[in-house]
Nanobody, 120 residues
């Protein structure tokens, strides 16, 4: 019953910006760490950024200084602000969350993925 729904992907020119959102819904007791991953064609899924429930962040070296992860604990939503986008950022972006539901059980969940394309 818990699900993550992503939005905000699209086509942008190099140097542009996008803001991704991922909202968790369902019978949620607690949302722990959340994060963003991406998968480019022919490549493995890789970590982009993570954020703990207390706001501690971690970034892949390739996005440091350009991307910012944040969260709204009231809305159970995680965001990824992407600036200075490069063609190599093109990928399907997936959000992830470590969630305790009301049963209670702790599981990891994935969003459906949203396409980000950086191209001239």
């Amino acid at each position: 019953q818990v699900q993550l729904v992503e939005s905000g992907g699209g086509l942008v020119q190099p140097g542009g910006s996008l803001r991704l959102s991922c909202a968790a819904s369902g019978r949620i007791f607690r949302v722990n760490a959340m994060g963003w991953y991406r998968q480019a064609p022919g490549k493995q899924r890789e970590l982009v950024a993570t954020i703990t429930s207390d706001g501690l962040t971690n970034y892949a070296d390739s996005v440091k200084g350009r991307f910012t992860i944040s969260r709204d604990n009231v809305k159970n939503t995680v965001y990824l602000q992407m600036n200075s986008l490069k063609p190599e950022d093109t990928a399907v972006y997936y959000c992830n969350a470590d969630i305790i539901d009301v049963t209670p059980r702790r599981l990891g969940y994935w969003g459906q993925g949203t396409q980000v394309t950086v191209s001239s």
